[in-house]
């Protein structure tokens, strides 16, 4: 916004200080002159002879316009110094600012001293650059990788082009079939950016859905899918009412079920689906068998492109979104998300959900 020129807040600080300095003095020197306009006689007694009292005035008025002159400067001096220290944690936070808009946001203010409003607004901006450094660390992850992603089947599609093209006695049949894969998965990556953009910026309508019927969906759906993998899916849970969109929801249930099979012990694995109501929130549980993980493996499984080889080479690949689409979605529905590791192997993946503010309807 272009604002046109004005005096700096320095400089109203010192002239109010000086200014209400000046008033103080002015009614205090007031009040002097009014008691001595009362009580001083027409003459006074002095050594060596009597005096008028007009003259013991015009004194005193220069005396007193000495004294506002005195306090004049005063003010501005111990104005300016006073606002410049009242100010300078203020200056501090505007070259935060200044830095973070050219780009670095690495900068902390770590304003030293005892609380007060300065410090209390310094320790904000501190935890808005340390979240947005963040933020915008993740989206550049997201963007290099959502880049590679995208450029590896084009790749693929241009070298099976110039070998269709070069090889005139290449199998037609065979190149349309890989170039159809290629393509598909194309498309599967374009469709989750998408979904994953719409969710983050919660561009939907909130209704009212059951996760129960939706944990239902997601396993009757993957059923042959747990069927080829040798994995059995149970499913378990009363009424689960929740407020939200019923197709990101659907989402997010598909996702963590699909997950749950593919990341399995091969032929004799298990899949545990839940829902339940709490006081203030509901709980989607979906849970399952595999491999043993540590804390620090299980943390990292939300982010984006975050895949095993085991998922590359199946037939479930997917696009390495699927957790990533299950944060962003509980996020934007205002919930929380809890991956825990079981001891006996595999993972235990909670969405707790705000619950509706009137009972099931």
């Known amino acids: 916004m272009d604002r046109a020129p004005g005096l700096s807040v320095r400089l109203k600080l010192t002239l109010s200080y000086a200014g209400f300095l000046m008033l103080a003095g002015g009614l205090l020197l007031g009040a002097v002159w009014f008691f001595t306009l009362r009580h001083l006689p027409e003459f006074t007694n002095v050594p060596g002879g009597v005096l008028p009292r007009s003259i013991l005035l015009r004194d005193l008025a220069s005396a007193a316009g000495a004294v506002l002159l005195l306090l004049l400067m005063f003010g501005l001096g111990g104005g300016w110094i006073l606002a410049g220290r009242m100010l300078a944690p203020l200056t501090r936070i505007t070259d935060a600012t200044r830095l973070a808009t050219t780009g670095s946001l690495s900068h902390r203010i770590r304003l030293p001293g005892r609380a007060d409003e300065f410090r209390e607004l310094a320790d904000v901006f501190d935890g808005m650059l340390e979240r947005l450094e963040a933020h915008v660390a993740e989206q550049r992850r997201f963007a290099a990788n959502a880049s590679h992603e995208l450029r590896t089947p084009l790749a693929i599609s241009k070298a099976l082009l110039d070998?269709?093209?070069?090889?005139?006695?290449?199998?037609?049949?065979?190149?349309?079939?890989?170039?159809?894969?290629?393509?598909?998965?194309?498309?599967?990556?374009?469709?989750?950016?998408?979904?994953?953009?719409?969710?983050?910026?919660?561009?939907?309508?909130?209704?009212?859905?059951?996760?129960?019927?939706?944990?239902?969906?997601?396993?009757?759906?993957?059923?042959?899918?747990?069927?080829?993998?040798?994995?059995?899916?149970?499913?378990?849970?009363?009424?689960?009412?929740?407020?939200?969109?019923?197709?990101?929801l659907l989402q997010l249930t598909t996702n963590l079920v699909q997950n749950a099979i593919v990341h399995n012990l091969p032929g004799q694995g298990s899949v545990w689906v839940s829902t339940s109501v709490g006081p203030t929130t509901v709980v989607l549980a979906v849970e399952n068998t595999g491999e043993r993980l540590s804390p620090r493996m299980v943390s990292t499984l939300t982010e984006p492109f975050r895949r095993g080889t085991e998922r590359i080479h199946t037939d479930h690949a997917g696009v390495g979104l699927g957790l990533a689409i299950v944060k962003t979605i509980t996020h934007a529905h205002d919930g929380t998300l809890t991956l825990t590791p079981r001891s006996a192997g595999g993972i235990r993946v909670t969405v707790e959900l705000p619950a509706p503010m009137h009972g099931p309807g």
């Open 163 to 248: 070998v269709a093209r070069t090889d005139p006695d290449r199998d037609i049949g065979e190149v349309l079939e890989r170039l159809h894969s290629v393509n598909t998965r194309a498309i599967d990556l374009t469709e989750t950016l998408l979904l994953l953009s719409r969710a983050e910026q919660r561009s939907f309508t909130r209704e009212r859905v059951d996760l129960s019927l939706l944990a239902e969906e997601a396993a009757e759906t993957l059923l042959p899918l747990a069927e080829k993998r040798g994995v059995t899916v149970e499913t378990s849970g009363d009424i689960t009412p929740a407020i939200g969109s019923p197709t990101l």
